[in-house]
């Protein structure tokens, strides 16, 4: 069992900056490999970015390449998402979530066994 609460979501204006985090309960955290998704109204929710559980392999959509930066501390039980240069597509409720992709599918939603309930991020033009 693990139960993850993001904080961090706002809004904010085109060109600025978020800092979202994710925190997990338990003494587990550093078993398990992160993902943040992002789920925007009537849409599916879709893989923004993860971290291996080690924090060796790292992986992002396209469109958040260079402005996203996902990182992890174990010690804190904590994963985090930084955001720079927000743009209005980039508002969506934002989830963590923790799983073991023995596969390798880190983009798989099916790969992630806990979710935490999500943080509204609102970036206005």
């Known amino acids: 069992q693990v139960q993850l609460v993001e904080s961090g979501g706002g809004l904010v204006q085109a060109g600025g900056s978020l800092r979202l985090s994710c925190a997990a309960s338990g003494r587990t955290f550093g078993n398990y490999d992160m993902g943040w998704f992002r789920q925007a109204p009537g849409k599916e929710r879709e893989f923004v970015a993860s971290i291996s559980r080690s924090g060796g392999s790292i992986y992002y959509v396209d469109s958040v390449k260079g402005r996203f930066t996902i990182s992890r501390d174990n010690a804190k039980n904590t994963v985090y998402l930084q955001m720079n240069s927000l743009k209005p597509e980039d508002t969506a409720v934002y989830y963590c979530?923790?799983?073991?992709?023995?596969?390798?599918?880190?983009?798989?939603?099916?790969?992630?066994?806990?979710w935490g309930q999500g943080t509204q991020v609102t970036v206005s033009s």
């Open positions: 979530a923790a799983g073991q992709y023995y596969s390798g599918a880190y983009y798989s939603k099916l790969s992630y066994n806990y």
